[in-house]
């Protein structure tokens, strides 16, 4: 029966968000259930993306892009894919109407990746950050708004800023990693050789003014989305805030993590607050 297989498309998705990221899999399971489902489906579909450029170094991974992108493109053009991650992506896709220059844009800046090492100015950040973080935001925003254009519009920006926000915190946490084994700098104008405080601090102010954005949107969100976001918001905010604190020349050298007591911390911390109305 097709349902089976939707469903085992399903489980597949859940598994890559919990495999790859305890964090955002912990934030998700905050959502309700009936929109939990499709928020693994969109992170699993650009997990997926971003692996191939990432870390199969040992491949070809310019065609492995390319095989990726038009099974993508056929999945939902036929609304079914063999590759379970894609075929559940694309019930989500249908499901909420995700407008498709939302998808080619994440492909953009993924494929961008496969090549570009350096970003030298502000323009070229930004139509990264926007392929790569802000569209995957606004996928999330039509599953959280169900669909519903006036919902979307009104907190699209928000969206946006947040996505930016998670982004550049994982640059930030990721400097060591991207530079040294991927031989990519993503902050425009920084010297990550040379990384001081001025540099490191004008980058986490730049970070909380997205956040501050992305704020005005959660407090609006729907009851079914709202305590998951805030929860993913206050892991972030708590990381950048380490990343604050941590000397420039420690974060070149190492990877800042928040510790899993600290996580459900937070977890607790965000669930008091939702539910005394203070989000």
Not at 28 to 41: A, E, F, V
Not at 66 to 90: C, Y
Not at 219 to 231: C, N, Q, S
């Amino acid at each position: 029966m097709k349902s089976i297989f939707d469903d085992v498309s399903y489980e597949c998705s859940k598994i890559v968000t919990e495999s790859y990221s305890t964090s955002f899999a912990l934030a998700t399971k905050m959502l309700s259930p009936q929109i939990r489902k499709d928020i693994y489906n969109i992170y699993g579909f650009v997990r997926f993306a971003d692996e191939i450029v990432d870390t199969f170094h040992l491949y070809d991974k310019e065609k492995l892009f390319n095989d990726f992108e038009k099974a993508l493109e056929e999945s939902i053009e036929d609304k079914i894919s063999l590759n379970p991650i894609l075929n559940s992506f694309q019930h989500t896709y249908h499901k909420y109407k995700i407008p498709y220059h939302l998808v080619a844009a994440f492909m953009k800046s993924m494929r961008m990746d496969l090549n570009k090492k350096v970003y030298t100015t502000q323009e070229e950040f930004k139509e990264y950050i926007y392929g790569s973080a802000d569209v995957v935001g606004l996928m999330c925003l039509r599953v959280f708004v169900n669909g519903d254009d006036d919902n979307y519009e009104t907190l699209k920006e928000s969206a946006m800023s947040l996505g930016s926000a998670f982004q550049k915190v994982n640059f930030l946490r990721d400097l060591k990693a991207d530079y040294e084994h991927l031989e990519r700098s993503y902050f425009p104008n920084t010297n990550l050789l040379q990384l001081d405080e001025a540099s490191k601090m004008r980058i986490v102010e730049e970070i909380k003014a997205d956040f501050k954005k992305g704020y005005e949107g959660i407090v609006l969100l729907p009851t079914e989305a709202k305590f998951g976001v805030y929860t993913a918001y206050k892991y972030y905010y708590q990381l950048l805030r380490k990343l604050q604190s941590t000397p420039s020349l420690e974060i070149k050298n190492t990877r800042i993590r928040v510790p899993n007591y600290q996580k459900f911390g937070l977890l607790a911390a965000s669930y008091v607050n939702y539910k005394l109305n203070l989000v």
